[in-house]
């Protein structure tokens, strides 16, 4: 529970009546989460901290308004969840008491034993069988920002160059995988030094440390570029972009210029997105089931560690996801 604004400590393991599900709903135990950054900044009402360098006095009222005024909009936090069904309300069909599922919560709460929600969510499906609860929780929050900016923003094709920046993060690590093994990409994958052997594994033709090389400085061109963190800006990345190459920031609002390229509708300048649709999920969990994807989890903490796993992923040096099991 957060029951104000503020760092990592402000979290607190509470005890809560058990939900019952109403007639259309269903109970799910839960096992896991992971921490995505929308948990950040519900706890502390701030945005990112690279967001508007030049405007935070502008939109930090308005950050207010969206996380809460004086006390936090979402008391609950938590999005990702991965468990078993347990109960089902008297008109559901669609589900049955023992169904293992995984999926996304945009209303938070997920970091909780128990997850109440309509039989109409949208964002649940079945988990992977060859996946264990901390496992399938890791996926929702980090794997479909990785489909969409590959897929649908991308439009990536076999045998296109992809630099991928941020690979060895929680959508980096996902996007990897996605590119050279769904998509059949030619991938080069951009990290820290002490991640290169990780990021080689999951299939990347090339590893560039970026303490070491400036890769905007390369003669080798790419068709795409996913900016996992928006750690450069397009009029950066296009140096290094085909004729029509595509630069995808995740995190767009990372650097001022993109604001303006979002204004402007600048064609090879694509926003990042997620779509944690039954659908994506359900097709991921094909790609896990065959072995084409594998979660990456930096480490598994209790949920009374929560503060810990906090203050790791604000470090921004996770490999892979940072995973909350609930037992």
């Given at each position: 529970?957060c029951?104000?604004?503020?760092?990592?400590?402000?979290l607190?393991?509470?005890?809560?009546?058990?939900?019952?599900?109403?007639?259309?709903?269903?109970?799910?135990?839960?096992?896991a989460?992971?921490?995505?950054?929308?948990d950040?900044?519900?706890?502390?009402?701030?945005?990112?901290?690279?967001?508007?360098?030049?405007?935070?006095?502008?939109?930090?009222?308005?950050?207010?308004?969206?996380?809460?005024?004086?006390?936090?909009?979402?008391?609950f936090?938590?999005?990702?969840?991965?468990?078993?069904?347990?109960?089902?309300?008297?008109?559901?069909?669609?589900?049955?008491?023992?169904?293992?599922v995984?999926?996304?919560?945009?209303?938070?709460?997920t970091?909780?034993?128990?997850?109440?929600?309509?039989?109409?969510?949208?964002?649940?499906?079945?988990?992977?069988?060859?996946?264990?609860?901390?496992?399938?929780?890791?996926?929702?929050?980090?794997?479909?920002?990785?489909?969409?900016?590959?897929?649908?923003?991308a439009?990536?094709?076999?045998?296109?160059?992809?630099?991928?920046?941020?690979?060895?993060?929680?959508?980096?690590s996902?996007?990897?995988?996605?590119?050279?093994?769904?998509?059949?990409?030619?991938?080069?994958?951009v990290?820290?030094?002490?991640?290169?052997n990780?990021?080689?594994?999951?299939?990347?033709?090339?590893?560039?440390?970026?303490?070491?090389?400036?890769?905007?400085?390369?003669?080798?061109k790419?068709?795409?570029?996913?900016?996992?963190?928006?750690?450069?800006?397009?009029?950066?990345?296009?140096?290094?972009?085909?004729?029509?190459?595509?630069?995808?920031a995740?995190?767009?609002?990372?650097?001022?210029?993109?604001?303006?390229?979002?204004?402007?509708?600048?064609?090879?300048f694509?926003?990042g997105?997620?779509?944690?649709s039954?659908?994506?999920?359900?097709?991921?969990?094909?790609?896990?089931?065959?072995?084409?994807?594998?979660?990456?989890?930096?480490?598994?903490?209790?949920?009374?560690q929560?503060?810990?796993a906090?203050?790791?992923?604000?470090?921004?040096?996770?490999?892979?996801?940072?995973?909350?099991?609930?037992?």
């Open positions: 529970m029951e104000k604004f503020g760092p990592p400590e402000v607190k393991v509470v005890e809560k009546d058990k939900p019952l599900p109403k007639n259309d709903e269903i109970l799910i135990r839960n096992y989460s992971s921490i995505n950054t929308v950040i900044m519900y706890r502390t009402a701030k945005l990112p901290p690279a967001i508007f360098r030049s405007f935070r006095t502008l939109f930090s009222p308005l950050s207010r308004i969206e996380f809460g005024i004086r006390k936090p909009k979402r008391k936090p938590g999005s990702d969840f991965a468990g078993e069904i347990e109960a089902v309300g008297t008109n559901v069909q669609k589900w049955e008491e023992g169904d293992r995984y999926g996304y919560s945009d209303s938070g709460g970091l909780a034993e128990y997850v109440c929600l309509p039989e109409s969510y949208r964002k649940m499906t079945k988990m992977p069988k060859n996946l264990k609860y901390e496992e399938a929780g890791s996926v929702p929050g980090g794997a479909p920002p990785a489909l969409t900016g590959l897929r649908d923003k439009y990536l094709q076999k045998d296109q160059k992809i630099l991928i920046i941020g690979a060895s993060g929680g959508i980096g996902f996007a990897v995988q996605i590119a050279k093994n769904i998509y059949q990409a030619e991938v080069t994958a990290c820290g030094p002490n991640n290169i990780m990021v080689t594994s999951l299939g990347a033709d090339y590893v560039i440390d970026y303490t070491k090389e400036n890769y905007l400085k390369s003669e080798r790419y068709d795409a570029i996913f900016d996992v963190v928006a750690t450069i800006s397009f009029s950066d990345a296009k140096n290094i972009l085909t004729k029509n190459g595509l630069y995808i995740n995190n767009p609002l990372n650097r001022k210029k993109h604001l303006l390229y979002m204004i402007t509708g600048n064609k090879r694509k926003q997105s997620t779509n944690e039954a659908e994506n999920l359900s097709l991921l969990r094909n790609w896990i089931e065959n072995g084409k994807v594998k979660p990456v989890i930096d480490t598994t903490f209790t949920l009374d929560v503060s810990e906090h203050r790791l992923y604000e470090t921004g040096h996770a490999k892979g996801r940072v995973v909350i099991t609930i037992d």
